[in-house]
């Protein structure tokens, strides 16, 4: 059983709890649909002689890549709820709850970057195995059951690393729609951080033309003579994949740390 | 204790308060009484921290609330007149929310429960918003915490679960407690407010103990003002609601708010056993 001291400043125990109630609030939504995605691919099994979801196998180790594009995407739909409790009408409790901001915002990322990769990750490999273990038993299967141990799982785990972070900190701005919400203003953020940055990009890697040239993560849109998107030299790939992967995900982390800790109660006059 | 100085906070461009200053001392049983839009839930939110002031200082039992550090927040409770409705059973809601209470006695909250007469199978969130407000007030009654802030606690409570929840505060009064109670239901609680205070105009403009109301005003129906010592009148089919400058049998928190908001001067003057002048048809309250 976890105790907490209420007179420590700090208290591991108390994350420990507060992650432990975000795992028992959301994992029942994603246990239903685990349930009804093992339902449906058995079904499949049964009429049909296979199981979609693991499509994709490989006899050189595996694949089904789908099971990590799942993973991935409801571990971002849970990173847009992250802070959906400190907003609307029973902000006033989620406050009043005796733990610091900081220990609400650390749960929160123990949560998304640790219990939920780890804890998805075993059970997508657990459902896609007993799927994989039913076609053998019928004799027809290839290759292996789906592992995150795999290059395209984990290049979707670094894709998490960018945008979950971006979809926290939307969290602790809007009360509503925070993931389609987070997505419209990264989006025109991007846009408008493409146009302003142009001309000093084009300037800085001594490309001719100012507005012909814009550099746009990984590439470049080349404007003069036969437009074309390039990738970009590894001058621009080190600063873009240094922006993309270290400043941007770190401060949008920050940045949803001191929303969370300034937070006020909803207004309220009465 | 809780004390504010010159506390300035507002919502927008709107000030609601400009340099309030006040004390809420332990052993009290606050009656926070205001009209409509005064800031009495506000005012509970900056002593509880859930909202900052944009200048001056609160101080509860020497921390200050706005940090929000765990053991101030695990040694108040706040209910608001409308609260959260989890989506879990009382048992569940013990052992993931209270948790983080370490004072919170159990077999209190559980004897609440059985007194309230709460359906402890079923999730809070499928209950009725009266049996939510009394299953909110059994968690704060059993949370242990020394600052209680109550918002309108007897909105939606039936009849019988007034005189429970009247007992169990009863019996929560401690000298090193302080309650807060904000309401518009005065004679709910009446028994239980001591000392009253009334804020208006983002100021406190009045507060008084329920011993020193006792010795210095009384209210009574009378056929017409002339002939006594009216602080404040409100005319009705027959004559007037009267609140004395003097002792008496009974006394409306009603009128004396009344009183506070729209004559101070006059309840000033009898507090202090000053005199007054007669008060004129007219004068009585709207």
């Known amino acids: 059983m976890i105790t907490v001291d209420a007179n420590a400043r700090f208290s591991p125990g108390r994350i420990a709890l507060l992650t432990r109630n975000l795992a028992a609030s959301e994992l029942p939504m994603a246990v239903i649909t685990l349930g009804i995605v093992v339902g449906l691919n058995l079904v499949t099994l049964i009429l049909g002689g296979e199981a979609p979801i693991n499509n994709g196998m490989s006899p050189g180790g595996g694949s089904a890549p789908l099971w990590g594009v799942g993973v991935t995407l409801v571990g971002l739909y849970y990173a847009s709820r992250a802070f959906k409790g400190m907003h609307g009408r029973y902000s006033t409790e989620w406050l009043l709850l005796p733990a610091t901001s900081a220990e609400k915002y650390l749960a929160a990322l123990v949560w998304l970057f640790v219990i939920w990769p780890i804890g998805s990750a075993a059970a997508a490999s657990a459902a896609s195995t007993l799927l994989w273990g039913i076609q053998s038993l019928k004799g027809d299967v290839a290759g292996l059951p789906w592992h995150p141990f795999q290059r395209s799982y984990l290049e979707a785990l670094l894709s998490y690393w960018t945008i979950a972070p971006a979809l926290i900190a939307g969290s602790a701005v809007f009360r509503k729609n925070a993931l389609v919400k987070t997505a419209g203003v990264a989006s025109a953020a991007a846009v408008a951080l493409v146009l302003v940055s142009a001309p000093f990009m084009a300037r800085l890697f001594k490309e001719p033309g100012v507005a012909g040239n814009l550099s746009f993560m990984n590439g470049r849109w080349i404007a003069e003579g036969n437009p074309r998107f390039e990738a970009a030299a590894n001058r621009t790939q080190l600063l873009t994949d240094i922006w993309r992967y270290a400043i941007l995900p770190c401060f949008a982390l920050a940045y949803a740390y001191f929303r969370v800790a300034e937070k006020e109660a909803a207004d309220e006059v009465q | ?286």
């Open chain 2, 1 to 286: 204790m809780i004390t504010m100085e010159a506390v300035t906070f507002g919502y927008g461009k709107r000030p609601l308060f400009e340099g309030l200053s006040l004390t809420f001392k332990p052993g009290g049983c606050y009656g926070l009484l205001g009209l409509n839009g005064a800031g009495k839930t506000s005012l509970l939110k900056l002593a509880a921290g859930a909202l900052l002031p944009a200048s001056g200082s609160v101080d509860a039992f020497g921390r200050t609330p706005g940090r929000r550090e765990a053991a101030h927040l695990a040694d108040l409770c706040f209910v608001p007149e409308d609260p959260a409705p989890p989506a879990m059973t009382a048992a569940q809601w013990v052992d993931r929310v209270a948790v983080f209470r370490p004072r919170f006695d159990r077999l209190r909250f559980n004897a609440l429960m059985r007194e309230f007469e709460l359906p402890a199978e079923r999730k809070v969130s499928a209950w009725s918003y009266g049996q939510r407000k009394k299953f909110a007030l059994a968690g704060a009654l059993a949370s242990g915490a020394r600052m209680l802030f109550l918002d309108e606690p007897t909105n939606g409570l039936d009849i019988p679960s007034k005189g429970q929840f009247r007992r169990a505060l009863s019996a929560m009064q401690d000298p090193d407690r302080v309650i807060v109670l904000s309401t518009h239901q005065v004679r709910d609680l009446e028994s239980l407010i001591d000392p009253v205070m009334v804020i208006h105009q983002g100021k406190a403009v009045f507060e008084a103990g329920a011993e020193e109301l006792a010795a210095r005003l009384s209210t009574a129906r009378v056929p017409e003002l002339s002939g006594r010592p009216v602080v404040a009148a409100r005319r009705d089919a027959v004559g007037y609601s009267a609140l004395l400058a003097e002792p008496g049998q009974a006394l409306d928190l009603e009128l004396v708010f009344e009183a506070a908001v729209q004559a101070p001067a006059r309840l000033s003057a009898a507090m202090a056993g000053e005199a007054m002048g007669e008060l004129k048809p007219e004068e009585a309250l709207v």
